[in-house]
Each structure stands twice: as structure tokens, then as C-alpha cells.
């Protein structure tokens, strides 16, 4: 399993209300950790302004995501989102996000995004990729 970033960037207790009846979070839940996710890497990894957040919720679509599970997170644990930014296009960016409960792995989730305008893939604005570019795996 990837190991995903040193860090957490994103950290939560596991509510009930993501929960099935046997305690384990839901399998779509994961995909609300990693958008939770992606938005806090936006802001303290890569360091980009409000302004800039609008014009990505705005102008980014989730083009693939496939999820890979390890374990269950269950209720009561706090989970623990690692991000890693695999690979940036002319459109599109890849995230990974490694997802650990209790430092036990559950889940990895990769993302492509595409950068839209009028809704067709456009290339992203050179500042946000030079911001983003800078955080990419080696």
C-alpha cells in the first residue's frame, strides 16, 4: 500500500451517522474524506488563497476516482487523510489519498481532476500550476 505523505492533512473522528449497522464506516464516506482532503492540501500544503479556492471549486471536475480498501474504519476511530500529488497535464491533476484509522491503513483513493472552462477541459492557469507542480511526487 502507498504510504502516502508524512503528514496528515486532514483528520476526523469517524461519526455514527457514517456508519452501517456494524460499526464500519460506508464505503462512499471515503470519497467525502478525500474531497475534505483535497481542499485542506489546497490551502495549507500548497498554500493557495480564498480567491483562488473559488476558481477551483468552480472550474474542477472529478474526472476518475478508484478506491482500494485495506480495513474498515470504525466508529469511534479518527481517521487520517495523507495526500500525494502524482501527476499534473495540461488539464488534468492525479491525487492520491492514503487514508488511515488509527494508523492502521483503510483506504487509498486516486483522483483525476480535470481543469474545465465552459465546460470543456482547458488548461490550468499558469500560477495554480506552478503551485501545484511544486508539491509533485518525485
Not at 495549507?44 to 472529478?62: W, Y
Not at 488548461?123 to 506552478?130: F, M, S, T
Request: hydrophobic share 45%; charged share 20%; glycine share 6%.
Amino acid at each position: 500500500m502507498p504510504s502516502g505523505s508524512d503528514t496528515p492533512v486532514w483528520r476526523a473522528p469517524v461519526r455514527y451517522v457514517e456508519c452501517d449497522q456494524q460499526g464500519v464506516v460506508f464505503n462512499a464516506h471515503y470519497l467525502t474524506w478525500a474531497d475534505e482532503a483535497s481542499m485542506a492540501w489546497y490551502a495549507d500544503v500548497v498554500g493557495l488563497a480564498a480567491t483562488d479556492h473559488a476558481a477551483m471549486v468552480e472550474a474542477l471536475m472529478v474526472k476518475t476516482s478508484t478506491l482500494e480498501w485495506f480495513s474498515g474504519a470504525r466508529w469511534g476511530e479518527t481517521v487520517e487523510v495523507h495526500v500525494d500529488a502524482l501527476s499534473l497535464g495540461r488539464s488534468s491533476l492525479v491525487l492520491r489519498f492514503t487514508i488511515t484509522a488509527e494508523g492502521r491503513p483503510c483506504c487509498v483513493v486516486e483522483t483525476t481532476y480535470v481543469w474545465t472552462a465552459d465546460g470543456r477541459s482547458a488548461p490550468w492557469p499558469e500560477h495554480l500550476r506552478a503551485a501545484v507542480g511544486a508539491h509533485l511526487e518525485p
